[in-house]
Protein backbone atom coordinates (compact mmCIF):
# COMPACT_ATOMS: atom_id res chain seq x y z
CA UNK A 1 0.00 0.00 0.00
CA UNK A 2 1.25 3.48 -0.91
CA UNK A 3 3.01 5.75 2.00
CA UNK A 4 2.82 9.92 2.14
CA UNK A 5 6.54 11.09 3.33
CA UNK A 6 7.13 13.72 5.49
CA UNK A 7 10.04 15.36 4.04
CA UNK A 8 9.39 18.66 5.55
CA UNK A 9 6.51 19.04 8.39
CA UNK A 10 6.52 22.65 8.64
CA UNK A 11 5.68 24.35 11.94
CA UNK A 12 2.61 22.27 12.98
CA UNK A 13 1.30 19.63 10.27
CA UNK A 14 -1.79 17.06 11.63
CA UNK A 15 -3.83 14.68 10.41
CA UNK A 16 -7.38 15.80 10.33
CA UNK A 17 -10.78 15.04 9.14
CA UNK A 18 -14.48 16.05 10.12
CA UNK A 19 -13.61 15.88 13.87
CA UNK A 20 -15.48 13.85 16.74
CA UNK A 21 -18.33 16.36 17.14
CA UNK A 22 -20.20 13.56 19.80
CA UNK A 23 -18.41 13.82 23.07
CA UNK A 24 -18.50 17.12 24.01
CA UNK A 25 -19.88 15.44 27.45
CA UNK A 26 -16.91 14.00 27.65
CA UNK A 27 -14.95 17.44 27.50
CA UNK A 28 -13.45 16.59 23.93
CA UNK A 29 -13.11 19.10 21.55
CA UNK A 30 -14.85 18.69 18.48
CA UNK A 31 -11.59 19.67 16.46
CA UNK A 32 -11.08 18.28 13.01
CA UNK A 33 -10.10 21.06 9.99
CA UNK A 34 -10.40 24.01 10.98
CA UNK A 35 -11.88 25.15 7.64
CA UNK A 36 -14.40 21.47 7.23
CA UNK A 37 -15.64 23.42 3.79
CA UNK A 38 -12.31 22.76 2.54
CA UNK A 39 -11.58 20.04 3.52
CA UNK A 40 -14.74 18.25 1.90
CA UNK A 41 -14.07 20.60 -1.12
CA UNK A 42 -10.60 19.25 -1.30
CA UNK A 43 -11.33 15.45 -0.69
CA UNK A 44 -14.07 16.10 -3.55
CA UNK A 45 -11.67 17.34 -6.49
CA UNK A 46 -9.56 14.19 -6.33
CA UNK A 47 -12.30 11.33 -5.78
CA UNK A 48 -12.44 10.96 -2.44
CA UNK A 49 -15.39 11.12 -0.02
CA UNK A 50 -15.58 14.25 1.48
CA UNK A 51 -14.95 13.19 4.33
CA UNK A 52 -11.79 11.52 4.50
CA UNK A 53 -8.56 12.49 6.57
CA UNK A 54 -5.88 14.75 5.19
CA UNK A 55 -3.43 16.99 6.69
CA UNK A 56 -3.62 20.14 7.40
CA UNK A 57 -0.56 22.45 6.91
CA UNK A 58 -0.41 25.31 9.18
CA UNK A 59 1.83 28.03 7.19
CA UNK A 60 4.63 26.17 6.14
CA UNK A 61 7.35 25.93 3.86
CA UNK A 62 6.50 22.11 3.90
CA UNK A 63 7.38 19.08 1.61
CA UNK A 64 5.71 15.98 0.95
CA UNK A 65 5.90 12.99 -1.30
CA UNK A 66 4.01 9.73 -2.01
CA UNK A 67 5.72 6.24 -3.00
CA UNK A 68 2.92 5.81 -5.72
CA UNK A 69 1.12 7.93 -8.06
CA UNK A 70 -1.51 10.07 -6.25
CA UNK A 71 -3.47 12.78 -7.02
CA UNK A 72 -3.61 15.32 -4.49
CA UNK A 73 -5.49 18.50 -4.39
CA UNK A 74 -4.79 21.68 -1.85
CA UNK A 75 -7.18 24.49 -0.49
CA UNK A 76 -6.36 26.86 1.28
CA UNK A 77 -3.50 29.34 2.14
CA UNK A 78 -2.09 30.12 -0.77
CA UNK A 79 0.89 27.54 -0.48
CA UNK A 80 1.22 26.55 -3.91
CA UNK A 81 0.13 27.86 -7.68
CA UNK A 82 -2.34 24.69 -8.09
CA UNK A 83 -5.16 25.87 -5.43
CA UNK A 84 -8.22 23.87 -5.94
CA UNK A 85 -6.76 22.02 -8.70
CA UNK A 86 -6.21 18.73 -8.54
CA UNK A 87 -2.33 17.65 -9.51
CA UNK A 88 -0.73 14.22 -10.20
CA UNK A 89 2.62 13.55 -8.15
CA UNK A 90 4.47 10.71 -10.14
CA UNK A 91 5.92 7.86 -7.18
CA UNK A 92 8.23 9.80 -4.66
CA UNK A 93 7.88 12.84 -6.78
CA UNK A 94 7.86 16.04 -4.28
CA UNK A 95 5.34 18.44 -3.21
CA UNK A 96 7.65 21.53 -2.10
CA UNK A 97 4.90 23.68 -0.08
CA UNK A 98 6.11 27.88 0.30
CA UNK A 99 4.82 29.64 3.25
CA UNK A 100 1.77 31.51 2.11
CA UNK A 101 1.87 35.29 2.25
CA UNK A 102 -1.17 35.23 2.91
CA UNK A 103 -3.40 33.40 5.37
CA UNK A 104 -2.64 30.57 7.56
CA UNK A 105 -3.85 26.97 7.12
CA UNK A 106 -3.74 24.83 3.93
CA UNK A 107 -5.51 21.34 3.64
CA UNK A 108 -3.81 19.20 1.52
CA UNK A 109 -6.07 15.85 -0.02
CA UNK A 110 -4.28 12.66 -1.50
CA UNK A 111 -6.61 10.36 -3.35
CA UNK A 112 -7.40 7.05 -1.12
CA UNK A 113 -6.85 9.39 2.00
CA UNK A 114 -4.88 9.04 5.00
CA UNK A 115 -5.25 5.88 6.49
CA UNK A 116 -4.65 6.49 10.14
CA UNK A 117 -6.56 4.32 12.99
CA UNK A 118 -9.62 6.07 13.97
CA UNK A 119 -10.23 7.04 17.88
CA UNK A 120 -13.79 7.57 19.06
CA UNK A 121 -14.99 7.76 15.29
CA UNK A 122 -12.75 9.93 13.88
CA UNK A 123 -8.96 10.38 12.55
CA UNK A 124 -8.34 13.98 13.44
CA UNK A 125 -5.65 14.78 15.87
CA UNK A 126 -6.37 15.87 19.21
CA UNK A 127 -3.30 18.03 20.33
CA UNK A 128 -4.41 18.61 23.87
CA UNK A 129 -5.52 15.21 24.61
CA UNK A 130 -2.36 13.96 22.80
CA UNK A 131 -4.41 11.14 20.61
CA UNK A 132 -5.99 10.48 17.33
CA UNK A 133 -4.29 11.42 14.05
CA UNK A 134 -1.25 10.14 13.68
CA UNK A 135 0.37 8.78 17.01
CA UNK A 136 -2.06 11.95 18.51
CA UNK A 137 0.89 14.19 17.77
CA UNK A 138 1.81 16.88 15.20
CA UNK A 139 3.66 15.32 12.13
CA UNK A 140 7.58 15.19 12.26
CA UNK A 141 10.00 14.99 9.50
CA UNK A 142 10.26 11.64 8.05
CA UNK A 143 7.41 10.66 9.24
CA UNK A 144 5.39 7.98 6.79
CA UNK A 145 1.87 7.56 6.91
CA UNK A 146 -0.29 4.27 4.92
CA UNK A 147 -2.06 5.92 2.21
CA UNK A 148 -6.37 4.05 1.73
CA UNK A 149 -6.66 2.60 -1.66
CA UNK A 150 -6.91 4.71 -4.60
CA UNK A 151 -10.43 5.87 -5.47
CA UNK A 152 -12.56 5.29 -8.81
CA UNK A 153 -9.82 6.47 -11.39
CA UNK A 154 -9.56 9.70 -12.19
CA UNK A 155 -8.97 10.17 -15.41
CA UNK A 156 -7.30 13.30 -17.05
CA UNK A 157 -4.27 13.46 -19.19
CA UNK A 158 -1.03 15.79 -18.18
CA UNK A 159 -0.09 16.88 -14.68
CA UNK A 160 -3.24 18.73 -13.49
CA UNK A 161 -7.15 17.95 -13.46
CA UNK A 162 -9.05 19.69 -16.35
CA UNK A 163 -11.54 20.72 -13.14
CA UNK A 164 -11.29 23.00 -10.20
CA UNK A 165 -12.99 24.50 -7.12
CA UNK A 166 -14.69 27.95 -6.90
CA UNK A 167 -11.84 30.48 -5.95
CA UNK A 168 -13.22 31.87 -2.95
CA UNK A 169 -13.33 27.92 -1.79
CA UNK A 170 -9.99 27.14 -2.91
CA UNK A 171 -8.17 30.23 -1.86
CA UNK A 172 -9.51 31.73 1.23
CA UNK A 173 -6.42 33.43 2.93
CA UNK A 174 -6.53 37.35 2.99
CA UNK A 175 -4.56 40.19 5.24
CA UNK A 176 -7.66 41.61 6.26
CA UNK A 177 -10.90 39.58 6.89
CA UNK A 178 -14.74 40.46 7.31
CA UNK A 179 -16.25 38.20 9.70
CA UNK A 180 -19.97 38.08 9.53
CA UNK A 181 -21.91 37.37 13.65
CA UNK A 182 -24.47 37.17 15.26
CA UNK A 183 -24.96 38.57 18.37
CA UNK A 184 -23.57 35.81 21.43
CA UNK A 185 -25.50 35.08 24.78
CA UNK A 186 -24.08 38.34 26.62
CA UNK A 187 -24.08 40.61 23.86
CA UNK A 188 -26.68 42.93 26.27
CA UNK A 189 -23.53 42.72 28.92
CA UNK A 190 -21.75 45.12 27.00
CA UNK A 191 -23.33 49.00 26.44
CA UNK A 192 -24.31 50.12 23.01
CA UNK A 193 -21.48 52.32 22.50
CA UNK A 194 -19.21 49.20 23.18
CA UNK A 195 -21.25 47.06 20.43
CA UNK A 196 -20.83 49.81 18.30
CA UNK A 197 -16.73 49.79 18.87
CA UNK A 198 -17.06 45.85 18.24
CA UNK A 199 -18.82 46.24 14.97
CA UNK A 200 -16.81 49.18 13.56
CA UNK A 201 -13.28 49.29 14.62
CA UNK A 202 -10.60 46.83 13.72
CA UNK A 203 -9.06 44.15 15.84
CA UNK A 204 -5.52 42.51 14.89
CA UNK A 205 -4.94 39.18 15.37
CA UNK A 206 -2.60 38.71 18.47
CA UNK A 207 0.62 36.48 18.52
CA UNK A 208 -1.42 34.09 20.84
CA UNK A 209 -2.84 32.21 18.18
CA UNK A 210 -3.58 28.41 17.35
CA UNK A 211 -6.13 25.80 17.03
CA UNK A 212 -7.80 26.32 19.76
CA UNK A 213 -8.51 30.26 18.41
CA UNK A 214 -7.20 33.50 17.77
CA UNK A 215 -6.68 36.33 20.53
CA UNK A 216 -7.53 39.84 18.73
CA UNK A 217 -5.88 42.83 20.04
CA UNK A 218 -7.88 46.69 19.71
CA UNK A 219 -10.39 48.64 21.69
CA UNK A 220 -11.32 47.30 24.64
CA UNK A 221 -14.78 46.15 25.08
CA UNK A 222 -16.13 46.59 28.75
CA UNK A 223 -18.71 45.00 30.62
CA UNK A 224 -21.28 46.52 32.34
CA UNK A 225 -21.68 43.69 34.90
CA UNK A 226 -19.21 42.29 37.31
CA UNK A 227 -20.97 39.30 37.59
CA UNK A 228 -19.60 36.06 37.04
CA UNK A 229 -20.64 33.55 34.69
CA UNK A 230 -21.20 29.88 35.11
CA UNK A 231 -18.93 27.86 32.81
CA UNK A 232 -21.29 26.84 29.72
CA UNK A 233 -20.96 25.60 26.64
CA UNK A 234 -18.90 27.41 23.75
CA UNK A 235 -18.56 26.57 20.06
CA UNK A 236 -15.73 26.98 17.11
CA UNK A 237 -16.84 30.47 15.74
CA UNK A 238 -17.94 31.62 19.44
CA UNK A 239 -15.94 35.25 20.46
CA UNK A 240 -15.36 35.54 24.38
CA UNK A 241 -14.27 38.85 25.83
CA UNK A 242 -11.85 38.25 28.31
CA UNK A 243 -11.10 39.96 31.49
CA UNK A 244 -8.74 42.59 29.54
CA UNK A 245 -11.53 43.77 27.61
CA UNK A 246 -9.67 41.84 24.09
CA UNK A 247 -11.78 39.69 22.00
CA UNK A 248 -10.80 35.76 21.31
CA UNK A 249 -12.44 33.90 18.08
CA UNK A 250 -12.78 30.17 19.14
CA UNK A 251 -11.85 27.76 16.73
CA UNK A 252 -12.08 24.08 16.12
CA UNK A 253 -9.81 22.87 19.32
CA UNK A 254 -11.73 25.03 21.48
CA UNK A 255 -12.91 23.96 25.14
CA UNK A 256 -15.78 22.39 25.13
CA UNK A 257 -16.99 25.15 27.39
CA UNK A 258 -16.15 28.21 28.94
CA UNK A 259 -16.53 31.16 31.75
CA UNK A 260 -15.64 34.22 29.42
CA UNK A 261 -18.89 36.40 28.27
CA UNK A 262 -19.96 35.51 24.93
CA UNK A 263 -20.29 38.56 22.43
CA UNK A 264 -20.50 37.73 19.64
CA UNK A 265 -20.86 34.13 16.85
CA UNK A 266 -18.71 33.78 13.86
CA UNK A 267 -21.47 32.37 11.39
CA UNK A 268 -21.11 28.60 10.10
CA UNK A 269 -20.16 29.94 6.31
CA UNK A 270 -17.53 32.18 7.57
CA UNK A 271 -15.30 29.49 9.42
CA UNK A 272 -12.93 29.31 6.69
CA UNK A 273 -11.61 32.86 7.45
CA UNK A 274 -11.53 32.88 10.63
CA UNK A 275 -9.29 29.26 9.98
CA UNK A 276 -7.04 31.78 8.00
CA UNK A 277 -6.53 34.52 10.63
CA UNK A 278 -2.52 34.87 11.31
CA UNK A 279 -0.70 37.41 13.49
CA UNK A 280 -1.04 41.49 12.53
CA UNK A 281 -3.67 40.38 10.13
CA UNK A 282 -6.94 42.94 10.66
CA UNK A 283 -10.42 41.79 11.17
CA UNK A 284 -13.86 43.38 11.14
CA UNK A 285 -16.92 42.33 12.36
CA UNK A 286 -20.41 42.53 10.37
CA UNK A 287 -23.74 42.00 11.80
CA UNK A 288 -26.10 39.59 10.59
CA UNK A 289 -29.15 37.95 12.10
CA UNK A 290 -29.80 34.19 12.44
CA UNK A 291 -31.71 33.90 8.91
CA UNK A 292 -29.38 35.16 6.70
CA UNK A 293 -26.74 32.71 8.72
CA UNK A 294 -29.24 29.94 7.73
CA UNK A 295 -29.37 31.15 3.73
CA UNK A 296 -25.81 31.85 3.63
CA UNK A 297 -25.18 28.15 4.75
CA UNK A 298 -28.36 26.60 2.40
CA UNK A 299 -26.94 28.47 -0.66
CA UNK A 300 -23.12 27.53 0.14
CA UNK A 301 -24.48 23.71 0.92
CA UNK A 302 -26.64 23.76 -2.37
CA UNK A 303 -23.45 25.56 -4.86
CA UNK A 304 -21.59 22.39 -3.03
CA UNK A 305 -24.30 19.51 -4.22
CA UNK A 306 -24.16 20.85 -7.50
CA UNK A 307 -20.35 20.85 -7.24
CA UNK A 308 -20.31 17.24 -6.42
CA UNK A 309 -22.57 16.17 -8.91
CA UNK A 310 -20.46 18.02 -11.64
CA UNK A 311 -17.43 16.35 -10.20
CA UNK A 312 -18.90 12.61 -10.56
CA UNK A 313 -19.76 13.40 -14.11
CA UNK A 314 -16.20 14.00 -14.78
CA UNK A 315 -14.73 11.13 -12.85
CA UNK A 316 -17.03 8.44 -14.17
CA UNK A 317 -16.31 9.77 -17.98
CA UNK B 1 -38.35 25.57 36.29
CA UNK B 2 -37.85 28.40 34.42
CA UNK B 3 -36.07 27.53 31.07
CA UNK B 4 -34.37 30.58 28.69
CA UNK B 5 -33.30 29.13 25.37
CA UNK B 6 -30.52 31.46 24.22
CA UNK B 7 -28.27 30.55 20.57
CA UNK B 8 -24.74 29.80 20.42
CA UNK B 9 -24.06 30.56 17.21
CA UNK B 10 -25.80 30.09 14.10
CA UNK B 11 -26.11 25.83 14.89
CA UNK B 12 -26.38 25.83 18.89
CA UNK B 13 -28.40 27.03 21.96
CA UNK B 14 -28.17 27.10 25.44
CA UNK B 15 -31.09 26.19 27.48
CA UNK B 16 -30.48 27.58 30.49
CA UNK B 17 -32.22 25.47 33.78
CA UNK B 18 -30.76 26.83 36.94
CA UNK B 19 -27.67 25.78 39.22
CA UNK B 20 -28.79 22.54 39.74
CA UNK B 21 -27.96 19.18 38.58
CA UNK B 22 -31.28 17.15 39.00
CA UNK B 23 -32.37 19.78 36.20
CA UNK B 24 -29.77 19.60 34.26
CA UNK B 25 -29.59 16.06 33.82
CA UNK B 26 -33.51 15.99 33.32
CA UNK B 27 -33.17 18.71 30.67
CA UNK B 28 -30.87 16.77 29.05
CA UNK B 29 -32.57 13.40 28.91
CA UNK B 30 -35.42 14.95 27.57
CA UNK B 31 -34.08 16.22 24.99
CA UNK B 32 -31.83 13.56 23.70
CA UNK B 33 -34.18 11.49 24.42
CA UNK B 34 -36.71 13.09 22.30
CA UNK B 35 -34.16 12.64 19.15
CA UNK B 36 -35.00 15.56 16.85
CA UNK B 37 -33.78 15.28 13.70
CA UNK B 38 -31.02 17.19 12.94
CA UNK B 39 -29.24 17.43 16.95
CA UNK B 40 -25.70 16.18 16.87
CA UNK B 41 -25.26 16.27 20.48
CA UNK B 42 -26.93 17.26 23.94
CA UNK B 43 -24.12 18.72 26.02
CA UNK B 44 -24.91 19.12 29.89
CA UNK B 45 -23.20 22.22 31.50
CA UNK B 46 -23.08 23.47 35.14
CA UNK B 47 -26.32 25.68 35.11
CA UNK B 48 -27.18 25.09 31.37
CA UNK B 49 -27.15 22.03 28.55
CA UNK B 50 -25.75 23.08 25.01
CA UNK B 51 -28.19 21.49 21.83
CA UNK B 52 -25.87 21.05 19.09
CA UNK B 53 -27.07 20.94 15.35
CA UNK B 54 -25.60 19.14 12.17
CA UNK B 55 -25.89 22.55 10.45
CA UNK B 56 -27.82 25.61 10.94
CA UNK B 57 -30.30 24.52 8.39
CA UNK B 58 -31.31 21.56 10.95
CA UNK B 59 -31.10 23.86 13.58
CA UNK B 60 -33.64 26.11 11.66
CA UNK B 61 -35.71 23.35 11.59
CA UNK B 62 -35.92 21.55 14.39
CA UNK B 63 -35.93 24.78 16.63
CA UNK B 64 -40.02 24.67 16.83
CA UNK B 65 -40.23 21.19 17.88
CA UNK B 66 -37.57 21.68 20.66
CA UNK B 67 -39.72 24.70 21.83
CA UNK B 68 -42.91 22.82 22.22
CA UNK B 69 -40.99 20.05 23.74
CA UNK B 70 -39.99 22.35 26.56
CA UNK B 71 -42.76 23.73 26.95
CA UNK B 72 -45.07 21.07 26.96
CA UNK B 73 -43.36 18.31 28.74
CA UNK B 74 -41.61 19.29 32.29
CA UNK B 75 -38.73 17.92 32.53
CA UNK B 76 -38.96 15.92 35.43
CA UNK B 77 -35.71 14.89 38.09
CA UNK B 78 -34.33 11.67 37.66
CA UNK B 79 -33.94 8.98 40.16
CA UNK B 80 -31.01 9.31 42.57
CA UNK B 81 -30.77 5.60 43.29
CA UNK B 82 -29.38 5.60 39.31
CA UNK B 83 -26.29 7.49 39.72
CA UNK B 84 -23.30 5.43 40.14
CA UNK B 85 -20.66 6.00 42.87
CA UNK B 86 -16.98 5.91 41.73
CA UNK B 87 -14.36 5.64 44.58
CA UNK B 88 -11.72 7.42 43.59
CA UNK B 89 -7.94 6.42 45.74
CA UNK B 90 -5.47 9.31 46.23
CA UNK B 91 -2.56 9.60 47.73
CA UNK B 92 -2.64 13.40 49.98
CA UNK B 93 1.46 12.87 50.98
CA UNK B 94 3.27 16.13 50.37
CA UNK B 95 5.31 14.55 47.51
CA UNK B 96 2.05 14.77 45.72
CA UNK B 97 0.02 17.19 47.57
CA UNK B 98 1.68 20.40 46.01
CA UNK B 99 -0.27 22.76 47.48
CA UNK B 100 -1.49 21.28 51.11
CA UNK B 101 1.03 23.94 52.23
CA UNK B 102 -1.06 26.93 50.81
CA UNK B 103 -4.12 25.55 51.29
CA UNK B 104 -3.22 24.73 54.53
CA UNK B 105 -2.34 28.58 55.61
CA UNK B 106 -5.89 29.34 54.18
CA UNK B 107 -8.03 27.49 55.80
CA UNK B 108 -5.90 27.13 58.78
CA UNK B 109 -6.29 23.49 58.64
CA UNK B 110 -3.27 21.18 58.64
CA UNK B 111 -1.97 19.25 55.79
CA UNK B 112 -3.78 15.85 57.49
CA UNK B 113 -7.04 17.57 58.64
CA UNK B 114 -7.26 18.47 54.98
CA UNK B 115 -6.59 15.38 53.48
CA UNK B 116 -9.29 13.78 56.27
CA UNK B 117 -12.05 16.84 55.20
CA UNK B 118 -11.49 16.35 51.40
CA UNK B 119 -11.95 12.55 51.55
CA UNK B 120 -14.94 12.90 53.63
CA UNK B 121 -16.98 14.80 51.14
CA UNK B 122 -19.78 13.30 48.72
CA UNK B 123 -19.44 14.59 45.66
CA UNK B 124 -21.19 14.74 42.25
CA UNK B 125 -20.05 15.36 38.86
CA UNK B 126 -21.82 18.34 37.70
CA UNK B 127 -19.93 18.29 34.36
CA UNK B 128 -17.08 17.12 32.30
CA UNK B 129 -14.66 19.89 30.16
CA UNK B 130 -11.94 21.61 30.60
CA UNK B 131 -9.58 19.00 29.21
CA UNK B 132 -10.78 15.52 28.24
CA UNK B 133 -12.22 14.02 31.09
CA UNK B 134 -12.03 16.75 33.82
CA UNK B 135 -15.08 16.21 35.81
CA UNK B 136 -16.26 19.61 37.37
CA UNK B 137 -17.05 18.32 41.29
CA UNK B 138 -19.37 19.65 43.69
CA UNK B 139 -19.89 19.01 47.19
CA UNK B 140 -16.50 20.18 48.72
CA UNK B 141 -17.01 20.68 52.44
CA UNK B 142 -16.88 24.43 52.91
CA UNK B 143 -13.98 24.79 55.01
CA UNK B 144 -11.59 23.94 52.37
CA UNK B 145 -12.65 26.81 50.20
CA UNK B 146 -9.40 28.11 48.69
CA UNK B 147 -8.73 30.57 46.07
CA UNK B 148 -7.08 29.53 42.91
CA UNK B 149 -3.88 30.24 42.77
CA UNK B 150 -2.26 33.37 41.31
CA UNK B 151 0.11 32.31 38.79
CA UNK B 152 -1.20 29.03 37.33
CA UNK B 153 1.02 26.11 36.81
CA UNK B 154 2.27 25.57 33.30
CA UNK B 155 1.99 21.79 33.58
CA UNK B 156 -0.08 20.34 36.18
CA UNK B 157 0.65 16.39 36.53
CA UNK B 158 -1.82 14.21 35.09
CA UNK B 159 -3.91 12.43 37.77
CA UNK B 160 -3.37 16.18 40.03
CA UNK B 161 -6.70 16.36 42.53
CA UNK B 162 -7.61 20.01 43.15
CA UNK B 163 -9.96 22.67 44.59
CA UNK B 164 -10.29 25.88 43.72
CA UNK B 165 -13.17 28.87 44.87
CA UNK B 166 -15.81 26.07 46.28
CA UNK B 167 -15.13 23.44 43.56
CA UNK B 168 -13.03 20.21 43.19
CA UNK B 169 -11.76 18.53 40.24
CA UNK B 170 -9.09 16.06 39.11
CA UNK B 171 -6.76 16.66 36.08
CA UNK B 172 -6.67 13.95 33.56
CA UNK B 173 -3.87 14.81 31.48
CA UNK B 174 -0.88 17.03 32.20
CA UNK B 175 -1.97 20.36 31.24
CA UNK B 176 -1.61 24.00 32.40
CA UNK B 177 -4.39 25.13 35.50
CA UNK B 178 -4.52 27.20 38.55
CA UNK B 179 -6.30 24.79 40.43
CA UNK B 180 -4.31 24.16 44.06
CA UNK B 181 -3.03 20.52 43.82
CA UNK B 182 -3.60 18.70 47.28
CA UNK B 183 -3.16 15.05 46.45
CA UNK B 184 -3.03 12.86 43.32
CA UNK B 185 -4.94 9.57 41.75
CA UNK B 186 -3.11 6.64 39.96
CA UNK B 187 -6.44 6.34 38.21
CA UNK B 188 -6.88 7.12 34.51
CA UNK B 189 -9.76 9.35 34.06
CA UNK B 190 -9.19 9.68 30.67
CA UNK B 191 -8.31 6.76 28.01
CA UNK B 192 -8.66 7.41 24.44
CA UNK B 193 -8.63 3.52 23.66
CA UNK B 194 -11.03 3.22 26.45
CA UNK B 195 -15.15 3.27 25.98
CA UNK B 196 -16.46 5.40 27.62
CA UNK B 197 -12.98 7.32 27.25
CA UNK B 198 -13.74 9.11 30.13
CA UNK B 199 -14.01 7.79 33.45
CA UNK B 200 -16.95 10.15 35.02
CA UNK B 201 -19.67 11.91 33.55
CA UNK B 202 -22.17 14.39 34.57
CA UNK B 203 -24.42 13.05 37.90
CA UNK B 204 -21.62 10.77 38.88
CA UNK B 205 -21.45 10.31 42.56
CA UNK B 206 -17.47 10.32 43.48
CA UNK B 207 -15.72 9.17 47.13
CA UNK B 208 -12.37 9.66 47.81
CA UNK B 209 -10.00 7.36 49.42
CA UNK B 210 -6.99 8.36 50.85
CA UNK B 211 -3.65 6.11 49.78
CA UNK B 212 -0.64 5.79 51.55
CA UNK B 213 2.68 6.46 49.48
CA UNK B 214 3.28 2.58 49.27
CA UNK B 215 -0.61 1.67 48.25
CA UNK B 216 -0.28 4.53 45.57
CA UNK B 217 3.07 2.88 43.95
CA UNK B 218 1.57 -0.65 44.00
CA UNK B 219 -1.70 1.03 42.10
CA UNK B 220 1.16 2.29 39.51
CA UNK B 221 2.47 -1.05 39.22
Given at each position: ?103 CRAWL ?209 | ?169 IYPLA ?47
Amino acid sequence: MGKIIVRRAGPLTTVQDLGRPRHRFAGIAPGGALDPHALRVANLLVGNPEEAALLEITLGPAEFSCTDERVVALCGAEVHDSLGQPIRLAPNESLPLRAPRRGCRAWLAIAGGLAVPPILGSFATDLRGGFGGWKGRALRDGDELPLGPAPSPLKFRGPSAPWRAPAEWARTGARHAVLRVIPGAEWDDFAPATQTIFLHESYAVAAAADRMGARLAGATLPRLTNSELLSEAVAPGTIQVAHDGQPIVLLGDCQTMGGYPKIAHVITVDLPLAAQLRPNDIVRFQPVNATEAQELFAAREADLALFRVGLALRVAR
Amino acid sequence: MSLEITPLGDSALIVRVGDSLGEVLATQRLLAGAKISGVEEVAPALASVAVFFESPSALTNATATLQALLRTRRPTAPATAASRVVEVPVCYEPAYGLDLLPVARHTGLSPREIALCHASGEYEVRCVGFTPGFPYLSGLPKTLTTPRRAAPRVAVPPGAVAIAGGQAGIYPLASPGGWNIIGRTPLRLFDPAREPAALLRAGDRVRFVALTETEFARWEK
